[in-house]
């Protein structure tokens, strides 16, 4: 059989490998973050947050449009995982071609040796890949980056067979193809135009001849190609509709999207006309340029999409991108706001007097007019018909009305208090702390105004200090640490924000691991059970720096390529991200494009050991030993001198080691058994494949999904929670997105209308909210839309007359105050609503309240005559506004809630009025002091809280005998159910109900018990509450076995040296405490168990207690690269 059709087997067998790898582990439903979402606005082709995915949502449709509901998230799952297959699948291809490439260098023949050493290098890198750590998590969920990757993927294939084609008659089919593909990329994710610059260097260095001066150009034209689609064709073309727009409808008086419409057949005309004329004058580089831009529109126009699907006004509808100007907004992506990449501000910057001009907005609006004079104003086309069904005799005109003007929005900071490349830009408080840490600050003292106007000293970061923080975090932790992930290994799937116990890489050699993460021999079972723990040896590291540094000695053009594809996908995002610190995930799926990179060179790593046989010499073999070994030494000395840690030199010589070694060894090999024999690329690839089968063994566990339900569940526990047509407030991803998911795709509690808070500082979510939704009736908010439109109210003042003492005003009066806008304060530009007070009240109708089932008969005692309450704020931003319009305007009618998860932020005071009622907080006219010294809020009504979690809960199959993977966010959720059930089973305590408190005990450590979900600290309430029914045997089992892993965990912080003991300090002080409380709750309950424990804690008390007055004088290391 040849080679071409080996290949192509070979390559397909693979694709089943991964296609088989990744079908087996999806999770059966939705995930946590944003799959909840895509999965939603795919299955009923709804808008989701910019700068959306429409391509992703019209195959996620096709891919759902067959099956039931509930199978919905199966068939999205797979679609991830067939993308992700076909990625894999063209990861081999592009390793065979550049293997191949070199096998055949300097005119030698492909022999049957180097085929299996070309196929080998295919199937060890490609699997290496599959079974990568980020790739494999992105790989079974519906989300967009499977489907990016395989853009990514057949992108840089398409390029390379371009290149074995390039002197046939038809080789612009493939650049055209290129084009096409760019386009389509664009409506799943823009990563796919990083591969521009590579894409560039393939056509440069088969074209041309290689030139210092022509690399440059090459680079410069690649980067303006890659700023062309990513700055002007993506959002350029949308502006310049903007502008026909409002010459056709604003100047000419005509319909809405006119302008749209004719521009679109103009720039098709404008294509149409450019492909004819190259073609018939010959212009061949321009005919394909030509081309190649229409294609990508082509590709690019699959964003109608998303303005069709907008103008339908479903549901979800994020941004509300139905005409030109919202979809620009959406595109550029304006509400998350700019980082700065060149200059700008660090966290302490002073404002400059000066204010910049943002784009004004601009609002589609409805004139309804009557003699030439407007009467009426609309926002949305329904409003407008039932105004003139119910009004005849009046015309519409359609105009775009500039309903923020956005004069002086931008903040100008003061020139000598900017910097170049500013890495520290974010004024918030937590950010600010970590930027000091993170980059050692001192700074140098400056005489400026803080951002009141008052004189003071302002300390500035240094340039040095800028870049210690730009290494040491946003390169070291946000890049390499997910390199390491990669390729080394992990030491467990928590968020990590650098200390030593969470979401560090590390070897799986203790001895190296303990020069940076501290003592490993006795570490703790919380550390070692963690399924995320994934150790590698260094082995696919090892494999992809022999590929990479012999690709580069061997063939330099095509490790430049894959260099530049490496540097695009992994640096350059990190230098346009800017991250800032403590963020909400960690974001290694994004920088996957730069692993890709990596896998080509392990894949390549297996040829190099092949060739080494036949091609190395003694000489050669000496120059890498000592090179490699040389390396070590001096990163040794280097750390000596630093005095640092010696994890990377231990590593360096670890590496040397075992590269050298390998090297060595197929050298002997190529001089006993002959320098091509296939004997020895077959070796070769069997040793090899000992690196993705290291990879697979370690990183199955925890990427296994399947029979778990977790999001799905809870999301139906929240709206469960819920009493019917109720308000939900939510606040982050996921306890919003789950819930769009299961009301959108499986319907369950459409009756719950979901108010995320984050989006209801918006104007187009607010109006979204006065719509019906299926069962859902529309949020009664009362401000009328020009009241709250963007620019408008964003913010109100709470300015009580009496600071003294709280100015308590009628809600209902406080919110007309505060809409009038003959009550603005301020001059100019800068004027503002205010209210008059900071606390408020509202009247309670105790029939009302009794009727619609707020208030439990028992409890009609307890209701207040009016719901007074404090916010504690200067000031309520627009959607804290809203809330406060809907308190005072529902009359009780319909039940208002909270999700557990949104936090103390979002209650606007109201905390001492919340009555718990399963994952939700019910707003209630009854009075409950909240508890600091528990964190408790409110009270609970039992009743319904106990019927909902016996009967209606759902338990994600956490409950299952067979072990399941539940990631960091799944037992963070946990987390807060264990809590929420403690709390109820303490409420039944004080209400005498042991038997029922016992019920949900035990419901507690059944459905979610220890081997899946891992018993911690959190659970000693629920061992409180045994003692308390009595309970003795429950209550010692479950505190025996906390006061085990608290004892663990504490032995193991004692045995940290003193660089890294500061660094657990807080979490040891804590497990000091909670085995301390375990032992008193249990002497009290059984004094012969509690007396063990006692002895136990007395044994570590004294220990703990010296341990602590030997690190007086420690000092902190972090957890870096």
């Given at each position: 059989m040849n080679y071409k059709k080996l290949n192509i087997i070979t390559g397909w067998l693979v694709f089943l490998v991964a296609a088989w790898t990744y079908i087996s582990t999806i999770e059966p439903t939705a995930s946590f973050w944003d799959c909840g979402e895509f999965i939603a606005t795919a299955y009923k082709l709804e808008v989701g947050h910019p700068p959306g995915?429409?391509?992703?949502?019209?195959?996620?449709?096709?891919?759902?449009?067959?099956?039931?509901?509930?199978?919905?998230?199966?068939?999205?799952?797979?679609?991830?995982?067939?993308?992700?297959?076909?990625?894999?699948l063209f990861l081999f291809w592009s390793i065979t071609h550049m293997a191949k490439k070199l096998a055949e260098r300097d005119g030698r023949e492909l022999t049957t040796g180097a085929m299996i050493a070309v196929l080998g290098s295919g199937v060890v890198g490609a699997l290496a890949y599959t079974w990568s750590d980020s790739f494999w998590f992105s790989a079974v969920e519906g989300e967009v980056y499977a489907l990016s990757s395989f853009f990514t993927a057949i992108v840089f294939w398409a390029i390379l067979k371009w290149e074995s084609v390039a002197d046939e008659p038809h080789n612009i089919r493939w650049l055209i193809l290129i084009a096409y593909l760019m386009g389509l990329s664009i409506g799943v994710h823009?990563?796919?135009?990083?591969?521009?610059?590579?894409?560039?260097?393939?056509y440069y260095f088969k074209r041309h001849e290689v030139t210092l001066k022509g690399v440059a150009i090459t680079f410069v034209v690649s980067a303006v190609i890659l700023g062309t689609i990513q700055a002007i064709i993506i959002p350029g073309l949308v502006?310049?509709?903007?502008?026909f727009e409002l010459l056709f409808v604003n100047d000419m008086g005509m319909p809405f999207n006119t302008g749209v419409v004719v521009y679109a057949l103009l720039v098709i005309g404008l294509v149409v006309w450019g492909v004819r004329w190259t073609q018939r004058t010959g212009r061949v580089l321009w005919n394909t340029v030509i081309l190649g831009v229409s294609v990508i529109l082509v590709g690019y126009s699959t964003y109608a999409m998303i303005v069709i699907r907008s103008t339908a006004n479903p549901p979800i509808d994020e941004n509300n991108p139905e005409n030109v100007f919202n979809l620009l907004s959406y595109l550029n992506r304006e509400q998350y706001g700019d980082r700065p990449l060149l200059i700008g501000q660090f966290w302490d910057s002073p404002y400059s007097n000066e204010r910049g001009d943002g784009n004004p907005v601009y609002t589609a609006t409805y004139l309804v007019q009557k003699n030439g004079r407007t009467v009426a104003k609309y926002y949305d086309r329904w409003s407008v018909d039932h105004f003139i069904a119910a009004n005849p005799g009046h015309e519409v005109k359609h105009e775009y009305i500039i309903t923020d003007a956005r004069k002086g929005s931008e903040i100008i900071y003061e020139p000598e208090f900017t910097m170049l490349f500013p890495r520290m830009y974010s004024s918030q408080k937590s950010h600010a702390d970590a930027y000091k840490q993170w980059c050692e600050f001192k700074g140098?003292?400056?005489?400026?105004?803080?951002?009141e106007g008052n004189p003071t000293r302002i300390y500035k970061p240094t340039q040095m200090e800028n870049m210690r923080f730009f290494f040491a975090y946003q390169m070291d932790w946000m890049y390499w640490r997910y390199f390491m992930w990669n390729f080394v290994g992990r030491q467990n799937d928590q968020q990590g924000s650098g200390n030593i116990m969470d979401g560090n890489w590390l070897t799986g050699f203790k001895a190296i691991d303990a020069e940076r993460l501290g003592n490993q021999d006795v570490l703790p079972r919380s550390m070692t059970l963690n399924k995320g723990l994934n150790n590698f040896y260094l082995l696919p590291l090892i494999l992809g720096v022999i590929g990479f540094v012999y690709q580069l000695m061997r063939h330099g053009r095509d490790w430049s390529v894959l260099m530049l594809l490496f540097f695009f996908t992994g640096v350059a995002i990190v230098i346009y991200l800017n991250q800032t610190p403590f963020q909400p995930r960690e974001r290694d799926y994004a920088y996957v494009g730069s692993f890709y990179a990596f896998a080509l060179w392990i894949g390549l790593g297996v040829f190099a050991l092949y060739d080494a046989a036949r091609s190395i010499s003694l000489r050669d073999l000496g120059i890498v030993a000592a090179s490699a070994f040389g390396l070590g030494l001096l990163k040794y000395l280097v750390e000596s001198l630093a005095g640092d840690a010696h994890a990377i030199s231990y590593i360096l010589f670890v590496m040397a080691t075992v590269g050298v070694g390998s090297i060595a060894l197929f050298f002997a090999l190529g001089r006993l058994l002959g320098n091509d024999s296939p004997v020895i690329s077959t070796l070769a690839t069997v040793l090899c494949m000992a690196v993705p089968l290291v990879m697979v063994a370690g990183t199955w566990d925890d990427h296994d999904r399947s029979d778990r339900t977790p999001a799905r569940d809870l999301a139906s526990d929240y709206l469960e929670s819920c009493a019917p047509n109720a308000i939900l407030f939510t606040n982050g991803d996921n306890d919003t997105f789950p819930l769009w998911y299961a009301q959108e795709v499986?319907?369950?509690?459409?009756?719950v209308r979901?108010?995320?808070?984050?989006?209801?500082?918006?104007?187009?979510?607010?109006?979204?909210?006065?719509?019906?939704?299926?069962?859902?009736?529309?949020?009664?908010?009362?401000?009328?839309?020009?009241?709250?439109?963007?620019?408008?109210?964003?913010?109100?003042?709470?300015?009580?007359?009496?600071?003294?003492?709280?100015?308590?005003?009628?809600?209902?009066?406080?919110?007309?105050?505060?809409?009038?806008?003959?009550?603005?304060?301020?001059s100019g530009g800068e004027r503002f609503a205010y209210i008059p007070a900071d606390a408020f009240s509202i009247p309670v109708d105790r029939e009302q309240v009794l009727a619609t089932g707020t208030v439990a008969l028992k409890d009609t005692a307890r209701i207040e005559d009016a719901m007074v309450w404090r916010i504690g704020r200067g000031a309520v931003m627009k959607n804290h506004f809203m809330v406060l319009d809907l308190l005072a305007h529902n009359d009780w009618t319909r039940p208002i809630y909270f999700a557990v998860t949104t936090g103390p932020d979002s209650y606007?005071?109201?905390?001492?009025?919340?009555?718990?009622?399963?994952?939700?907080?019910?707003?209630?006219?009854?009075?409950?002091?909240?508890?600091?010294?528990?964190?408790?809020?409110?009270?609970?009504?039992?009743?319904r809280m106990f019927g909902v979690v016996t009967k209606k809960f759902k338990w994600g199959n956490m409950e299952t005998t067979e072990e399941i993977y539940l990631d960091e966010n799944i037992l963070r959720m946990t987390t807060n159910l264990r809590l929420q059930l403690s709390a109820l089973a303490e409420a039944l305590i004080e209400e005498g109900r042991n038997d029922d408190a016992r019920t949900v005990l035990d419901l507690s450590l059944e459905k979610m018990p220890d081997r899946n979900v891992p018993f911690d600290r959190v659970l000693l309430p629920t061992v409180e509450a045994y003692y308390s029914i009595g309970d003795s045997i429950k209550g010692n089992a479950l505190a025996g076995t906390i006061f085990t892993i608290m004892e663990e965990n504490l032995n193991w912080y004692m045995s940290l040296e003193p660089r890294f003991a500061a660094q657990v300090a807080k979490e040891a002080d804590i497990n000091y405490q909670v085995?301390?409380?375990?032992?008193?709750?249990?002497?009290?309950?059984?004094?012969?168990?509690?007396l063990k424990l006692e002895d136990r804690f007395r044994a570590l008390d004294q220990l703990y207690r010296l341990n602590k007055e030997q690190q007086k004088e420690r000092r902190t290391t972090r957890a870096r690269f």
């Amino acid at each position: 059989m040849n080679y071409k059709k080996l290949n192509i087997i070979t390559g397909w067998l693979v694709f089943l490998v991964a296609a088989w790898t990744y079908i087996s582990t999806i999770e059966p439903t939705a995930s946590f973050w944003d799959c909840g979402e895509f999965i939603a606005t795919a299955y009923k082709l709804e808008v989701g947050h910019p700068p959306g995915a429409p391509l992703f949502m019209i195959m996620g449709r096709v891919a759902s449009a067959f099956v039931s509901p509930e199978n919905v998230p199966v068939a999205m799952n797979v679609l991830s995982a067939l993308a992700a297959a076909f990625t894999i699948l063209f990861l081999f291809w592009s390793i065979t071609h550049m293997a191949k490439k070199l096998a055949e260098r300097d005119g030698r023949e492909l022999t049957t040796g180097a085929m299996i050493a070309v196929l080998g290098s295919g199937v060890v890198g490609a699997l290496a890949y599959t079974w990568s750590d980020s790739f494999w998590f992105s790989a079974v969920e519906g989300e967009v980056y499977a489907l990016s990757s395989f853009f990514t993927a057949i992108v840089f294939w398409a390029i390379l067979k371009w290149e074995s084609v390039a002197d046939e008659p038809h080789n612009i089919r493939w650049l055209i193809l290129i084009a096409y593909l760019m386009g389509l990329s664009i409506g799943v994710h823009l990563l796919n135009l990083l591969c521009i610059p590579a894409i560039a260097f393939v056509y440069y260095f088969k074209r041309h001849e290689v030139t210092l001066k022509g690399v440059a150009i090459t680079f410069v034209v690649s980067a303006v190609i890659l700023g062309t689609i990513q700055a002007i064709i993506i959002p350029g073309l949308v502006k310049m509709g903007g502008w026909f727009e409002l010459l056709f409808v604003n100047d000419m008086g005509m319909p809405f999207n006119t302008g749209v419409v004719v521009y679109a057949l103009l720039v098709i005309g404008l294509v149409v006309w450019g492909v004819r004329w190259t073609q018939r004058t010959g212009r061949v580089l321009w005919n394909t340029v030509i081309l190649g831009v229409s294609v990508i529109l082509v590709g690019y126009s699959t964003y109608a999409m998303i303005v069709i699907r907008s103008t339908a006004n479903p549901p979800i509808d994020e941004n509300n991108p139905e005409n030109v100007f919202n979809l620009l907004s959406y595109l550029n992506r304006e509400q998350y706001g700019d980082r700065p990449l060149l200059i700008g501000q660090f966290w302490d910057s002073p404002y400059s007097n000066e204010r910049g001009d943002g784009n004004p907005v601009y609002t589609a609006t409805y004139l309804v007019q009557k003699n030439g004079r407007t009467v009426a104003k609309y926002y949305d086309r329904w409003s407008v018909d039932h105004f003139i069904a119910a009004n005849p005799g009046h015309e519409v005109k359609h105009e775009y009305i500039i309903t923020d003007a956005r004069k002086g929005s931008e903040i100008i900071y003061e020139p000598e208090f900017t910097m170049l490349f500013p890495r520290m830009y974010s004024s918030q408080k937590s950010h600010a702390d970590a930027y000091k840490q993170w980059c050692e600050f001192k700074g140098t003292a400056m005489r400026g105004k803080d951002r009141e106007g008052n004189p003071t000293r302002i300390y500035k970061p240094t340039q040095m200090e800028n870049m210690r923080f730009f290494f040491a975090y946003q390169m070291d932790w946000m890049y390499w640490r997910y390199f390491m992930w990669n390729f080394v290994g992990r030491q467990n799937d928590q968020q990590g924000s650098g200390n030593i116990m969470d979401g560090n890489w590390l070897t799986g050699f203790k001895a190296i691991d303990a020069e940076r993460l501290g003592n490993q021999d006795v570490l703790p079972r919380s550390m070692t059970l963690n399924k995320g723990l994934n150790n590698f040896y260094l082995l696919p590291l090892i494999l992809g720096v022999i590929g990479f540094v012999y690709q580069l000695m061997r063939h330099g053009r095509d490790w430049s390529v894959l260099m530049l594809l490496f540097f695009f996908t992994g640096v350059a995002i990190v230098i346009y991200l800017n991250q800032t610190p403590f963020q909400p995930r960690e974001r290694d799926y994004a920088y996957v494009g730069s692993f890709y990179a990596f896998a080509l060179w392990i894949g390549l790593g297996v040829f190099a050991l092949y060739d080494a046989a036949r091609s190395i010499s003694l000489r050669d073999l000496g120059i890498v030993a000592a090179s490699a070994f040389g390396l070590g030494l001096l990163k040794y000395l280097v750390e000596s001198l630093a005095g640092d840690a010696h994890a990377i030199s231990y590593i360096l010589f670890v590496m040397a080691t075992v590269g050298v070694g390998s090297i060595a060894l197929f050298f002997a090999l190529g001089r006993l058994l002959g320098n091509d024999s296939p004997v020895i690329s077959t070796l070769a690839t069997v040793l090899c494949m000992a690196v993705p089968l290291v990879m697979v063994a370690g990183t199955w566990d925890d990427h296994d999904r399947s029979d778990r339900t977790p999001a799905r569940d809870l999301a139906s526990d929240y709206l469960e929670s819920c009493a019917p047509n109720a308000i939900l407030f939510t606040n982050g991803d996921n306890d919003t997105f789950p819930l769009w998911y299961a009301q959108e795709v499986e319907g369950i509690r459409t009756d719950v209308r979901v108010v995320n808070l984050s989006l209801l500082n918006t104007d187009w979510y607010i109006d979204q909210m006065r719509r019906k939704a299926y069962t859902s009736d529309p949020v009664p908010f009362t401000i009328p839309p020009d009241k709250y439109r963007q620019g408008t109210r964003d913010a109100v003042y709470l300015v009580p007359r009496n600071e003294k003492e709280p100015n308590v005003m009628d809600l209902r009066k406080a919110i007309a105050f505060a809409i009038d806008d003959k009550n603005l304060r301020g001059s100019g530009g800068e004027r503002f609503a205010y209210i008059p007070a900071d606390a408020f009240s509202i009247p309670v109708d105790r029939e009302q309240v009794l009727a619609t089932g707020t208030v439990a008969l028992k409890d009609t005692a307890r209701i207040e005559d009016a719901m007074v309450w404090r916010i504690g704020r200067g000031a309520v931003m627009k959607n804290h506004f809203m809330v406060l319009d809907l308190l005072a305007h529902n009359d009780w009618t319909r039940p208002i809630y909270f999700a557990v998860t949104t936090g103390p932020d979002s209650y606007i005071g109201l905390q001492d009025h919340f009555q718990l009622e399963g994952l939700t907080y019910r707003v209630v006219p009854i009075y409950t002091p909240s508890d600091p010294r528990t964190g408790s809020l409110g009270r609970v009504d039992t009743d319904r809280m106990f019927g909902v979690v016996t009967k209606k809960f759902k338990w994600g199959n956490m409950e299952t005998t067979e072990e399941i993977y539940l990631d960091e966010n799944i037992l963070r959720m946990t987390t807060n159910l264990r809590l929420q059930l403690s709390a109820l089973a303490e409420a039944l305590i004080e209400e005498g109900r042991n038997d029922d408190a016992r019920t949900v005990l035990d419901l507690s450590l059944e459905k979610m018990p220890d081997r899946n979900v891992p018993f911690d600290r959190v659970l000693l309430p629920t061992v409180e509450a045994y003692y308390s029914i009595g309970d003795s045997i429950k209550g010692n089992a479950l505190a025996g076995t906390i006061f085990t892993i608290m004892e663990e965990n504490l032995n193991w912080y004692m045995s940290l040296e003193p660089r890294f003991a500061a660094q657990v300090a807080k979490e040891a002080d804590i497990n000091y405490q909670v085995m301390g409380r375990l032992a008193m709750a249990a002497t009290v309950a059984d004094s012969t168990f509690g007396l063990k424990l006692e002895d136990r804690f007395r044994a570590l008390d004294q220990l703990y207690r010296l341990n602590k007055e030997q690190q007086k004088e420690r000092r902190t290391t972090r957890a870096r690269f």
